[in-house]
T-cell receptor
C-alpha cells in the first residue's frame, strides 16, 4: 500500500521561528510536491521537485524554501514564520507520466501565533 | 491567476439525489483532468479522471462529463450517500509541465 507520511499533524509556532515540515514517501517516486490548502482557495502549489537536489517554484513560493537530499524525503522550510502562513500543508508524490496520479499525505495543520 | 475555476463552493444534497460540481479551464494544453476527494483529516485521493479524447467516463456512481469546445468538465454523483460527504477538487494536468492545477474545491454534504 502506497504511503506518504508527514512529520506532524499539528504544529504551533511563533512569528519569526524557523519551521521544518518533513515528508517521506515509500513509492520510489521522482516527483514530489508541497501545497497549502486554504478554504475557498483550493490547493496552491508552493514548490515541487523532479529529482534529488532539484526544485522548482510553484505558484506561491515566497517565504518558503525546500530541500530534497534523498529521493524519498522532501522538506518544506519556513525561514521566518509569519501569521499569514497559518494553513494546512499537504505533501504529495506523483506516479510518472502517463498515469500522473498524485498521492497525498494527511497534512500538517500549522498555526503561527 | 486561477486557471481552473470550480463551482459551487458548497453543495447540500439529500440522500439519493444527484450531486453536480462544475469546472472550467483556460489552458488548452491541459491533457488530463482528474477529480480528487478529500475526507476530513485526510489528504486528497484520486477519485476518477478523464482525458480530452472522450466526452464521458463513468465509474460506479461517479461520472465525469467533458466538453472540450466549452473547456468545461463536471462531476456527477448519482444516488448520493452520506458517505460521499467530502471536499471535491477538480484539477487539470499538462504532461509537459508535470504538475496539477487545482480548482478551489467544493464541500459536499449529503443529508440522510
Amino acid at each position: 500500500d502506497v504511503k506518504v507520511t508527514q512529520s506532524s499533524r499539528y504544529l504551533v509556532k511563533r512569528t519569526g521561528e524557523k519551521v521544518f515540515l518533513e515528508c517521506v514517501q515509500d513509492m520510489d517516486h521522482e516527483n514530489m510536491f508541497w501545497y497549502r490548502q486554504d478554504p475557498g482557495l483550493g490547493l496552491r502549489l508552493i514548490y515541487f521537485s523532479y529529482d534529488v537536489k532539484m526544485k522548482e517554484k510553484g505558484d506561491i513560493p515566497e517565504g518558503y524554501s525546500v530541500s530534497r537530499e534523498k529521493k524519498e524525503r522532501f522538506s518544506l522550510i519556513l525561514e521566518s514564520a509569519s501569521t499569514n502562513q497559518t494553513s494546512m500543508y499537504l505533501c504529495a508524490s506523483q506516479k510518472p507520466v502517463p498515469v500522473n496520479e498524485q498521492f497525498f499525505g494527511p497534512g500538517t495543520r500549522l498555526t503561527v501565533l | 491567476q486561477q486557471q481552473v475555476k470550480q463551482s459551487p463552493q458548497s453543495l447540500i444534497v439529500q440522500k439519493g439525489g444527484i450531486s453536480i460540481i462544475n469546472c472550467a479551464y483556460e489552458n488548452t494544453a491541459f491533457d488530463y483532468f482528474p477529480w480528487y476527494q478529500q475526507f476530513p483529516g485526510k489528504g486528497p485521493a484520486l477519485l476518477i479522471a478523464i482525458r480530452p479524447d472522450v466526452s464521458e467516463k463513468k465509474e460506479g456512481r461517479f461520472t465525469i462529463s467533458f466538453n472540450k469546445s466549452a473547456k468545461q468538465f463536471s462531476l456527477h454523483i448519482m444516488d448520493s450517500q452520506p458517505g460521499d460527504s467530502a471536499t471535491y477538487f477538480c484539477a487539470a494536468f499538462k504532461t509537459s509541465g508535470s504538475r496539477l492545477t487545482f480548482g478551489e474545491g467544493t464541500q459536499l454534504t449529503v443529508n440522510p
